[in-house]
């Protein structure tokens, strides 16, 4: 079940908390067990495996996203990147604006540590914590922006959303970029049978480890049993989950929301 408070319960709808209800109780188990086991032996071909899975494309959308936040962020700007793996964002970021203040929470110690060195070799500071993207260990209003790339599907999204927009500042930014439900089933067919398929060769390819293995079909259920872009954007625009600022953008199914909020907000902007 989910721990929503009843404040919550009354401004998101039942559709959500039922559909949040069936994630968590067909996923919690490998959300728990499995995927901290998965992210321990793919920091060593975590980029490799991307661009074998996305046929190249994986590189182009994280560059895209990166110029896309940076375009909205003043110099100095204090960032939260939630599952930030091998810091592939905040690398981005920093490569653009050196002054950026960035900050990390990612679930897996393997993929911190390779991010981290990835930071020390070009001589770049990123203030990483090992944590659950659920909790997150900073308090109220302390970001300008917050990202999230490519690990939606493996949250409690309610649950998340209502951190990020915790830990956001007033007027701050919510930045998302992931594959999400496609919104025709035409397209959905073919795109899971791909994404089946995609994961498993690379696995194979790369040699991942029988936990991976067994995650080969999950990674397509996680995206058939998660959001359509309207319905992401709906949730977004619920004040129990809302931010002030939010783009969502997914590389496969572009869309961008944007919402009024109980927070003062500086400017609409839409980065996709
Ligand atoms: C596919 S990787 C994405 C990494 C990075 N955002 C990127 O764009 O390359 C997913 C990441 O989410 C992290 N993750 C999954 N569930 C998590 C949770 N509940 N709390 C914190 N991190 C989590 C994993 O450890 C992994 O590093």
């Given at each position: 079940?989910?721990?929503a ?12 908390l ?8 067909l996923f919690r188990e ?6 901290p ?10 980029d ?6 996305s ?10 996203f990166a110029n896309?936040?940076?375009?909205h ?12 793996g ?8 920093l490569?653009l604006d ?10 897996s110690?393997?993929?911190t540590?390779e991010?981290?060195?990835?930071a ?5 500071k ?10 997150l260990?900073f308090p109220?209003?302390?970001?300008d922006a917050?990202t999230?790339q490519?690990?939606?599907?493996h949250?409690?999204?309610i ?6 927009n ?9 930045c998302h970029?992931d594959m999400?439900?496609p919104a025709?089933?035409v397209?959905?067919?073919p795109y899971l049978?791909f ?6 060769f690379?696995?194979?390819?790369f040699?991942s480890s029988?936990?991976s ?11 058939r ?5 309207q319905?992401?954007?709906?949730l977004l ?10 783009a969502?953008?997914s590389?496969?199914?572009c869309?961008t ?8 907000r500086t ?6």
């Open positions: 079940m989910l721990e408070s009843e404040a919550s319960r009354m401004s998101i709808s039942e559709d959500f039922k559909r949040e209800d069936l994630r968590s109780h490998t959300w728990s067990t499995l995927i086991e998965v992210f321990r032996d793919v920091p060593t071909y975590y490799r495996g991307n661009a074998v899975a046929l190249g494309s994986c590189s182009r959308w994280s560059a895209t896309a936040i940076h375009a962020l003043p110099p100095g700007a204090k960032i939260l990147d939630v599952c930030s091998t810091h592939d964002i905040p690398l981005r970021l490569a050196p002054t950026l203040d960035i900050h990390t929470v990612d679930g110690v393997h993929m540590a991010g981290q060195r990835r020390r070799e070009r001589d770049l990123i203030d990483a914590r090992v944590c659950d993207a659920h909790v260990p109220d209003n302390s970001f917050v999230l490519f690990a939606s599907r949250l409690e999204i649950k998340a959303f209502k951190e990020i915790r830990v956001l500042k007033p007027g701050g930014i919510f970029n999400l439900r025709s089933r397209v959905e067919l049978a994404l089946r398929f995609s994961v498993w690379t696995a194979k390819l040699g029988a936990e293995m067994k995650c080969v079909g999950y990674f397509a259920d996680a995206i049993h998660f959001y359509k872009p319905e992401l954007t709906e625009k619920s004040p129990a989950s809302s931010t002030s600022k939010t969502a953008f590389p496969v199914l869309r929301t944007s919402r009024a909020s109980r927070r003062p400017k609409m902007a839409w980065l996709f």
